[in-house]
């Protein structure tokens, strides 16, 4: 099951620039993310917000945050659009050549203080399997050489803990 995450994960990521038609100011996608909880259906958020759907099933709110949801209605995945990440995700401190030191159960605390920097959530994740179950984040810095780098952290024992991270070319 952790695979089908994984490649679930990768198709979303892959999806962001296709379906990026304009750029979007930044602080107006963030309180559109923001205003974009968990806890809301898709009846819901259709009511809140400007909805197109995607030739692949997943729902475009205002041209900024692409969201997956589970038969029932409720919300299972959302993600910022953007044509770069690079256009949003705060400048950090990382080594890459040190990438594969950040070990799996750091915290977000400690990655962020190993970076220097507060990274930018570009995805949540509910799961509601039995295998997987619990909540996903997906954060992103970049470099000073403009190399994105995004980490999965997911929810234990009330702390965010790193599940991976990796260089995005």
């Known amino acids: 099951m952790k695979k089908a995450i994984s490649v679930f994960l990768a198709f979303l990521i892959m999806m962001l620039p296709a379906v990026a038609e304009q750029a979007t100011n930044a602080e107006a996608m963030e309180e559109i993310y923001d205003r974009i909880e968990m806890s809301k259906t898709k009846a819901e958020l ?13 729902y475009l709110y205002e041209n900024s945050v692409l969201c997956a949801f589970y038969e ?4 299972q995945a959302k993600t910022r659009v ?11 401190d990382i080594p890459l050549s040190k990438l ?3 070990k799996h159960g750091m ?6 203080e190993a970076f220097g920097a507060e990274g930018l959530e ?3 994740i509910n799961l ?10 997906v954060l992103a810095w970049q470099t000073d050489a403009g190399i994105a780098v ?20």
Not at 46 to 58: K, N, Q, R, S
Not at 72 to 75: A, D, I, P, T, V
């Open 128 to 137: 509601a399997d039995e295998e997987n179950a619990g909540q996903r984040r």
């Open 82 to 92: 953007f044509e770069s990440i690079c256009d949003a995700a705060p400048v950090a």
């Open 150 to 169: 995004q980490a999965l952290f997911e929810l234990d024992d009330n702390e965010w803990v790193l599940f991976a991270i990796a260089e995005v070319k």
């Open 100 to 102: 594969s030191s950040y």
């Open 107 to 112: 915290t977000i605390d400690e990655v962020t």
């Open 122 to 124: 570009i995805m949540r």
């Open 72 to 75: 029932s209605g409720r919300l």
């Open 46 to 58: 259709d009511d809140a917000f400007e909805c197109a759907e995607t030739e692949d099933g997943y």
